[in-house]
């Protein structure tokens, strides 16, 4: 059974940065594409980012891109999402996701396995 833990979250400013981390076990880390998702009360998970098994391909939304970089690390069976220039809208609980099989997704339908969740809180 596949676990996902993820790390990092926390209260920033406007501005700053913030490195979220995701630990995944239990089955071969680079059979999975991998995704980040947010979600902020009273709004439904929506995607954030996501990567292909091999880490060839990236995919963001909107806001998220040219501030959010996804990677990820086969060897050390983790997947990261730095976030860069922070603002209040990103303020959410973040959720890693795992997919079996290369393409990543924008859907949260299309995952398989999730974890418990991070929060980041960001000020103005």
């Known amino acids: 059974q596949v676990q996902l833990i993820e790390s990092g979250g926390g209260l920033v400013q406007a501005g700053d940065s913030l490195r979220l981390s995701c630990a995944f076990s239990?089955?071969?880390?680079?059979?999975?594409?991998m995704g980040w998702f947010r979600q902020s009360p009273g709004k439904e998970r929506g995607f954030v980012a996501a990567i292909t098994w091999d880490g060839g391909r990236t995919f963001y939304n909107d806001s998220a891109k040219g501030r959010f970089t996804i990677s990820r690390d086969n060897a050390k069976k983790s997947v990261y999402l730095q976030m860069n220039n922070l603002k209040p809208d990103d303020t959410a609980v973040y959720y890693c996701a795992a997919r079996e099989g290369y393409y990543a997704d924008s859907s949260p339908t299309a995952f398989d396995y999730w974890g418990q969740g991070t929060q980041v809180t960001v000020s103005s």
């Open positions: 239990g089955r071969t880390f680079s059979s999975f594409a």
